[in-house]
């Protein structure tokens, strides 16, 4: 014999197997869109890598080589460059050095003549003995080292501007 509750309780279990298959069904169908997207995207990104082995890198090697030749360029106009500031500066120093000369050849010529110029015979002999003199040659001595020494300054300086025209000249070649 059945009961109500029987048929009531098999109908319940029935109606809630459907329910599941139905919740089943629709898990299942987004899972099918979701791998659909997935899918889709999948054959986007494929597309995209063919085009690009098939068009963009031939594109991309060319645009390497012509980097690579563009840098050999700029290296040997670096080197050439290079070379001319290295010449300049030495040009630089060696002006220098003949100016320092000829200053201190200048001086010398002018302090004997003002010192000559004040003196007889007689006195030129005391004041060669004289420690005034002496003086004088430590005063123009120490103002020698004080030229050598702005000489140097001048030169070092120098250097740096050269270095940093040069620094200025390449950031330009790789502009």
């Known amino acids: 014999v059945v009961t109500r509750d029987d048929v009531e309780e098999s109908l319940k279990a029935v109606f809630q197997l459907v329910k599941d298959k139905e919740q089943l069904l629709q ?17 986007r990104e494929r ?15 060319e645009m390497i080589s012509s980097l690579e030749k563009d840098t050999v360029e700029v290296k040997c106009e670096l080197e050439r460059t290079e070379g001319y500031y290295r010449e300049a500066l ?4 060696e002006e220098n050095q003949k100016l320092f000369d000829r200053h201190m050849q200048l001086l010398s010529e002018a302090a004997l003549k003002k010192a000559v110029g004040y003196l ?3 006195c030129r002999r005391e ?6 003199l ?6 123009y001595r120490k103002e020698e ?5 702005s000489v140097q300054l001048l ?21």
Do not use: F, M, P
């Not at 995209?48 to 890198?57: D, T």
């Open 27 to 43: 898990d299942l169908r987004s899972q099918i869109e979701e791998t659909k997207k997935k899918i889709s995207e999948k054959q």
């Open 47 to 61: 597309d995209y890598w063919l085009e690009y082995k098939n068009v963009g890198s031939k594109i991309h090697a």
């Open 90 to 93: 030495k040009v630089v120093k």
């Open 120 to 122: 007889d015979k007689n």
């Open 127 to 132: 004041i060669e003995e004289n420690e005034w």
């Open 134 to 139: 002496k003086e004088e040659v430590k005063i």
């Open 145 to 149: 080292s004080d030229l050598k020494a």
């Open 155 to 175: 030169e070092e300086e120098n250097t740096s501007l050269v270095a940093k025209l040069i620094d200025i000249k390449l950031q330009h070649l790789g502009v």
